[in-house]
């Protein structure tokens, strides 16, 4: 089990108070398999692609063009895992010979939250399918015909 | 304070979970989301607050406003929108992480810990010195020398081996400095289908082919037969009031001709442990001027360390003779590690009359073992062999500058190890082993929060009266005393 690269900029993820109240679509960054990798507001998803606002323009990636397609829907705070994980091994100096195992065993299970704590909020394509990326969208039903970027 | 802190962070560490529905389905929409988005068919969206459904009408209303596909807000105040226009519904529901679950359970298991090391710091970290045959514990030196004015020999029983090469690992699984003078290895040939036992506080060795264990067995929890023997060991708890009060076990063996003795073998709880680290704890920071005075020749310290030591005693054998019981002898080794079999010899008693013994000892300080009757066939002089002193190791954390030793004596530090290799002739041997030295005990900062001048003079004034206020604290820890000490055995 290991850390999931997530491309997404920090100050782009909402902490996860603000998601409720957020009315627009999520950040979204798209490497494709060539050129560089494009990032801004996913405006819509479906199993046939994903339109991303770029500046003032919309940009369609159909899934032959997507290598990851990355969407962070929270900030996490692995800080707090990995301080309490630190804490809580070195509280095991006072266990004496019992360090032994209670040293390794909050190793692993901090290491092991800490992994699950970045997770989390990532999705990713393809290990998830497009279509799941509606959810994170400005029109997760779908965007009007009509629309153009102001 | 720490733990508080984290408690507050883990309320900082939330997670989204965003769920979609369709308007068909409205009435199952998750009532935890403090927010329902209504996304329009024309892609604006009402963002409602204090929202609920009203399905008869195929309406949700709410609070908040509605924003266009642009998101400018178009309009605020309360809504009622019809399900037919909605899209879909998005909820949010922002939830503490579940992720922390397992940090908080190692964390209650982690301050178990350390408050029980804390507040019972006689059960964690002690040892004395330990050797290994076989990777099998199989005794521990000079338990009752903590300082070099105690230095003494000590000699164990290890058990039956083959002979040629016997290697013995010597560690130091303890905060604590051991000067070992010397190690021999005592090793006296066995006879056919007997043993050779050492006769408990002298230097002889007893060769014996009848050792029979008894036929009955009765002490104050009633027939005590299955409880001692064949691996296991008999023990009783400590008295709640008195960590001296004595019980007895009546046992009774066939008639066996003689001579006799009767072989013991035991091991002591953590009561003694417990006792000794008290003692160093109420003496606090001066521990070592009452130590120093000891090596000068001075009393204050060995002559209620003497007392405490008759206070607990060792286990009494007495015979039945004639009607009356009388005292045989005595079983004693100090440490809770390696059980050492100690042999009693018996006064003479007719050779077709059922022989009863009777065992005084302290409650809750003693595991018997094996308690057989020997016909004791004749003293046997063993082969001592010296070893070659091979380094295995220097403890990490305290290596230092330190080269590993060859030669007697060794001072070893906690973590240290060394292979003693001894060269017997080939043969069937019991194999007895002999250390001498001593051992210091380092004061553990722990102990100094427990520094009582008054307690410490206590016990060197009044140890009988000591021993009694002592007797709650111990019985609070007992179960869990011994199986804590092992597991907290220093090593690297």
Not at chain 2, 190 to 196: C, I, K, S, T
Not at chain 2, 327 to 346: F, I, K, N, S, Y
Request: with cysteine; net charge negative.
């Amino acid at each position: 089990m290991a850390c999931t690269h997530n491309p997404v900029p920090d100050e782009r993820i909402l902490d996860a108070e603000q998601v409720p109240t957020w009315t627009r679509g999520l950040w979204v960054v798209v490497e494709p398999f060539s050129g560089n990798p494009v990032e801004g507001e996913l405006v819509e998803a479906s199993g046939q692609g994903v339109t991303v606002l770029i500046g003032q323009s919309l940009v369609r990636f159909r899934p032959p063009d997507c290598q990851r397609v990355t969407v962070a829907v929270f900030r996490t705070r692995e800080s707090v895992p990995v301080i309490w994980t630190i804490a809580g091994t070195l509280s095991t100096l006072s266990h004496g010979g019992f360090l032994l195992i209670s040293a390794p065993v909050w190793q692993i299970v901090g290491n092991t939250t800490v992994v699950l704590m970045h997770n989390r909020p990532i999705h990713q394509y393809p290990d998830d399918p497009l279509q799941d990326f509606a959810r994170f969208a400005r029109f997760p039903q779908g965007m009007p015909a009509d629309f153009t970027p102001p | 304070m720490r733990w508080v802190t984290l408690v507050g962070l883990v309320a900082c560490t939330a997670h989204v979970d965003r769920s979609l529905t369709l308007p068909i389905n409205a009435a199952g929409l998750d009532k935890r989301s403090a927010f329902l988005k209504a996304h329009m068919k024309d892609g604006s969206v009402y963002l409602l607050r204090r929202w609920t459904v009203n399905s008869p009408q195929r309406l949700v209303a709410g609070i908040g406003e509605l924003q266009d596909a642009h998101r400018r807000v178009v309009a605020k105040g309360p809504f009622e929108v019809r399900l037919d226009d909605v899209a879909l519904f998005e909820t949010n529901v922002v939830e503490t992480s579940a992720e922390l679950a397992p940090l908080a359970v190692v964390t209650g298991a982690s301050i178990a810990m350390t408050v029980f090391c804390l507040t019972n710091t006689k059960s964690c970290f002690g040892s004395c010195p330990t050797f290994y045959l076989g990777g099998e514990l199989r005794a521990e030196g000079f338990s009752e020398s903590v300082a070099p004015s105690l230095e003494a020999t000590d000699v164990d029983a290890i058990g039956p081996h083959p002979g040629g090469t016997v290697i013995v690992r010597m560690t130091n699984e303890a905060y604590e400095t051991h000067v070992v003078k010397r190690v021999a290895l005592l090793a006296a040939p066995r006879p056919a289908g007997g043993r050779v036992l050492a006769e408990s506080g002298e230097d002889h060795l007893w060769r014996s082919t009848r050792l029979a264990p008894p036929v009955a067995c009765r002490a104050a929890e009633g027939d005590c037969l299955a409880s001692m023997g064949d691996g296991r060991e008999r023990f009783s708890p400590a008295d709640g009031e008195d960590l001296a009060a004595r019980e007895e076990i009546h046992l009774t063996f066939a008639p066996q001709a003689g001579p006799l003795g009767l072989a013991v073998s035991t091991r002591q709880t953590m009561l003694s442990t417990y006792l000794f680290y008290q003692g160093l704890a109420w003496m606090g920071r001066d521990a070592g001027r009452r130590l120093a005075d000891l090596e000068r020749g001075g009393r204050d310290v060995a002559g209620p360390a003497s007392t405490l030591r008759d206070l607990l005693g060792g286990i009494e054998v007495h015979v039945r003779r004639n009607g009356e019981w009388a005292r045989a002898g005595e079983a004693r080794e100090t440490g809770p590690l390696a059980v050492d079999t100690h042999l009693v010899r018996l006064p003479a008693l007719p050779s077709n009359e059922p022989i009863e013994v009777r065992l005084r000892l302290t409650k809750g300080l003693w595991r018997i073992g094996d308690v057989t009757l020997a016909t004791l066939d004749g003293a046997v002089e063993p082969i001592r062999a010296v070893p070659r002193i091979v380094p295995v190791r220097l403890g990490r954390r305290f290596g230092g500058e330190r080269a590993p030793q060859t030669a007697f004596p060794l001072t070893t530090l906690p973590g240290d190890a060394y292979d003693l290799e001894f060269r017997l002739p080939d043969g069937d041997y019991e194999l007895f082993l002999e250390s001498r030295g001593y051992y210091l005990e380092w004061l553990r900062e722990e102990w100094l929060a427990e520094e009582s001048p008054a307690k410490a003079a206590l016990l060197f004034l009044a140890p009988r009266l000591a021993l009694r206020m002592l007797a709650p604290a111990f019985k609070a820890h007992e179960a869990e005393m011994e199986a804590a000490f092992w597991r907290s055995r220093y090593a690297e």
